[in-house]
């Protein structure tokens, strides 16, 4: 298999073909299978939703996990930086000693 044109990939029993590059094709396949199952899921909840919207709810989803783990990082960020400013000053309070 050369890896070159469209893949197919499976959500809520619909093949989509979707180009991409040899390399996107591993994260493609990932997203694709999370997206499924993340539909199949909302469709084993409300049995009567429509796949349009089941599609939305994932989508929704999904995007609420994204803005929570940005926050999240965002967060140990804010919070990496500060105890690197802490050490720094630590250590330069140590070395402003230690050449006196």
Known sequence: MS???????????????IGCTPEERPGLIAAAGYLDGKMRDIREQARSAGVDRIAVM????????????????DTNDGTLAQHLQMLRAKLDGVLATSVK
């Open 3 to 17: 890896g070159e044109g469209p893949i197919a990939v499976s959500i809520l029993d619909r093949e989509f073909l």
């Open 58 to 73: 994932a989508a929704l989803n999904i995007a609420h996990e994204l803005i929570q783990l940005r926050q999240h990082r």
